[in-house]
């Protein structure tokens, strides 16, 4: 559609320099909407603020709170953003994450890393964020319905506050083999026979993200596709480092068979320690050398690749003491753990493999993608705005967030002028060709 009417109009950008009046050609027609090249040119969003003030606004609020994101802001540029427009901002931020992940639009190097080392680790966790009741999952929403407090204040013993959402974290990674003994791993947890400290391999193109949004099975897939974007000739040793819970278990066995991948799935060592370690109080005090010992002679022979026997002569132990059914219960607990997961318990055969055996990457993801941000005091969040925080956080920690926002700037660009124009390309060209 030719456009021959030409008149000048006036927008008004906020930037990080401060409010700034724009006067641009526009061109319409009879019943069309008006055309402004120097806007496509420009990458002008169609509200008034600027894709410098968009980016600063969503690295501050996945820093802190939105409170603090806008006094960041304000102190930076000047600019003073209302609370509602920074958190939709936000919102708008993070809307090209799975296209950036999907696209393969990550950096070469970190691809070179990536499939330099033998190893590629996969591992997931799950971990709860207070919501709007609103926006929890049904079956929660209808307890938190159902529940009335006993105490105005807190709450009281047994009580659930039915206020969480679980989202579920993600990491792949790659690392060099890294060969120990049993002896080496079960002195690291025993302070009364420390060992000497051994150089470990680096975690390298390590990519952790957090969905609260998809269920676990469609974080999963993203696992299996990050990996396989890696791996696409199945040429690397995959190790998936687990918790023990079951239908994660079933799930990532369900995707190995799918994309018919060989996956040593490894039961978490730190999971292990800590079931040893509430046994342990059946028998001694929780503080004692005793307590200790027992636990590290344990560990060791788990280490071994002795689970079943450990399971055994823990709960031998309890009934030869006649200890009581109900004081027995982290004994069975303990067992009953060990001998469900001896599928995934060879740890002489891990370490002789050079195999990561712990989940200390996905631990750290959870702690800082989600305890570190969205645990601050008081808050409640839509699914909206938590989805989005996490995706933010998650490109800063993978190191992905610049080449993510070049990606998001083109697909704002694509959204926004690209349809209306016969040969977008050259006002592409023409953008992209500006001094940055």
Known sequence: MERTYKKLREKSITSIFGKVEMERMGYGSPGEESLFPKDAVLNLS???????????????????SFEDAIESVERATGVKVP????????????????????????????????NALPILALSMDGKGIVMRREDLKEATREKAEQTSPKLKKRLSKGEKRNAKRMATVASVYSIDTFVRTPEQIAGEFSPAKPVEP??????????????????????????????????????????????????????????????KVAVTLVLDIIHVI????????????????E???????RLLEILRGRASHIAA????????QGVKKTDRKPVD???????????YLHYDRYLKQGFPIATGVIEGACRHLIKDRMDVTGARWTLQGAEAVLKLR????????NAYWEYHEAQEFARNHGPRYAKPSILNKLRLNLPQ
């Open 274 to 289: 800590e079931y040893l370690w509430k046994a342990s109080r059946v028998f001694h005090e929780e503080t004692s050398t």
């Open 313 to 320: 002569g823990m709960r031998r132990s309890a009934t030869l």
């Open 83 to 114: 609370k509602r427009q920074a958190q939709q901002l936000t919102e708008k931020a993070a809307m090209d994450f799975d296209g950036f992940y999907n696209d393969g639009s990550t950096s070469e190097q970190a691809k070179a890393a990536a």
């Open 198 to 259: 051994v150089r470990r391999p680096k975690p390298a193109a390590k990519r952790v993200w957090a969905s609260i949004e998809k269920e676990p099975e469609d974080v999963i897939k993203e696992i299996f596709k990050e990996a396989l974007r890696r791996d696409p000739q199945l040429k690397r040793k995959w190790v998936c480092l687990v918790d023990g819970n079951r239908k994660q278990l079933i799930k990532l066995k369900s995707a190995a068979k799918r994309h």
């Open 333 to 343: 607990i303990c067992a009953g753990y060990l001998l469900r997961n001896k599928a």
């Open 46 to 64: 169609e509200d008034s603020y600027s894709h410098g003030v968009r980016k600063l606004v969503a690295l501050e609020a996945s820093r802190g």
């Open 394 to 401: 998650s490109l800063k920690s993978s190191g992905d967030f």
């Open 291 to 297: 307590a200790e010992k027992w636990v590290s002679h």
